[in-house]
């Protein structure tokens, strides 16, 4: 598939079928993440993925038995891909002799958070082009999350990403706000 097929493809999908993700498939989305921009090469952002009998178990810990179409639609999904990035990670490299920066520096750009941006997109891309069904969300209870999969405390959730296959009776629909217009959104040479 071309790049620009991948780009129109993508879409935002909240109903899903239960089947199972191929490994290939699961391996080839998990491997396009970590193929993100790292700044520095810091490479402080981590995926948890939780497949079968543990995303049923993601879904016990952050929702509990709170119900909702939108919860039960989710909960289908065979897999859960949870994003984490790691500011200590960054501090720690740029203290490195080769970038010069103290630990405790400021920082005019948060860039853990951009580079797990990244993860995240070039996720949500690799699951279109697998012909694989994703959807990005917000965790709740990010600390029960947390003590329930043994992720470490330096680890700050930057969201969570369903994927499966589409559901047989899920179309594709636009959002109800329109995309923004290229004039509005693109400036060349001046804003």
């Given amino acids: 598939m071309q790049f620009s097929e991948v780009l129109q493809r993508r879409r935002m999908i909240r109903r899903f079928d239960p089947r199972a993700v191929a490994d290939d498939q699961l391996s080839a989305v998990l491997e396009a993440g970590l193929r993100a921009p790292s700044a520095g090469f810091s490479q402080g952002v981590s995926l948890l993925a939780l497949t079968g009998g543990q995303a049923d178990r993601f879904w016990q810990v952050s929702a509990g038995e709170r119900g909702s179409r939108w919860l039960d639609d989710m909960r289908q999904a065979p897999v859960i891909i949870t994003v ?19 630990v405790d520096a400021v920082w005019e750009v948060p860039w853990w958070w951009v580079d797990a941006g990244a993860v995240i997109e070039n996720l949500l891309l690799a699951a279109a082009d697998n012909d694989l069904a994703a959807a990005l969300f917000g965790v709740r209870g990010i600390e029960q999350v947390r003590a329930a999969f043994g992720v ?10 369903a994927l499966g296959h589409r559901a047989p009776d899920e179309t ?10 290229r004039t509005d959104a693109i400036r060349i040479d001046h804003w």
Avoid: H
């Fill in 152 to 161: 470490p405390d330096e680890q700050a959730s930057a969201g969570a990403i």
């Fill in 84 to 102: 984490w990035t790691s500011e200590l990670s960054y501090r720690r490299r740029y203290a490195e002799p080769d970038k010069g920066r103290r």
């Fill in 172 to 181: 594709p629909r636009g959002s109800a706000t329109r995309r923004a217009r």
